[in-house]
């Protein structure tokens, strides 16, 4: 028998350990658990391959849908780490953890609040802008602006990286206007946690 377990959504139980970089060693700091969507419970017919007796996740036969899942975990954990209050296994105020495809796309689409969304779509648009004026290459201007655009995409990221787009948003937001800041305050401060977790990688 293996050990997939699903909820009654269909979105399979996963738990997840987090820990924190103290001087050097990473200690635990307790654990989070989570849901993940199977292909099967987004609509999709797909054929699994024989489990393991010791998976939680399930494989598929074929590759591309395999891709497909394995994207779909990868987000899912990135989220995760997203929703946690830094250096602990601890959710941010007002933050739920999804355990249902109706929660996912609440989600996605702003939870019914478009000041929100408008206020972030802005807060991109003018970070865009300033990216423009550094001179730098095109290829540079992307990647930086794809890593302000996606929380998830900085997550994974080196320290290295992470660093440094945090020097740019450093300097964004020293010449960016009051108000833009003011509306983009939350998701600007997501974007500064990130930069701020080493140890999102151990648990991929």
């Known amino acids: 028998m293996d050990k997939i377990i699903t909820n009654d959504a269909g979105l399979i139980e996963q738990t997840m350990e987090v820990s924190k970089k103290i001087e050097g060693k990473y ?44 994207a779909i975990v990868a987000a899912v954990k990135a989220k995760v780490r997203n929703s946690l ?46 990216i423009i004026t550094l001179g730098k290459s095109a290829k540079a201007q992307q990647f930086i602006s794809q890593l302000f655009a996606n929380r998830n995409a900085l997550t994974l990221q080196t320290m290295e990286i992470k660093e440094k787009f945090g020097a740019y948003l450093s300097d964004y937001m020293e010449q960016a206007e009051a108000d833009v800041l003011t509306k983009g305050q939350k998701y600007l401060q997501s974007l500064v946690d990130s930069c701020g977790e080493d140890d999102v990688a151990e648990d991929f």
């Open 27 to 70: 200690v635990p700091q307790g654990k989070i658990t989570f849901y993940i969507p199977t292909l099967e419970s987004a609509g999709f017919t797909a054929e699994r391959a024989e489990a393991d007796k010791d998976d939680t996740l399930p494989s598929y036969k074929n590759d591309k849908q395999q891709f497909t899942f394995d």
């Open 85 to 130: 209050v830094t250096g602990t296994a601890e959710l941010r105020e007002g933050v739920t953890i999804p355990t249902s495809w109706d929660d996912l796309l609440a989600e996605r689409t702003g939870g019914g609040n478009p000041e929100a969304l408008a206020a972030i779509r802005e807060l991109k648009a003018d970070f865009g802008k300033w």
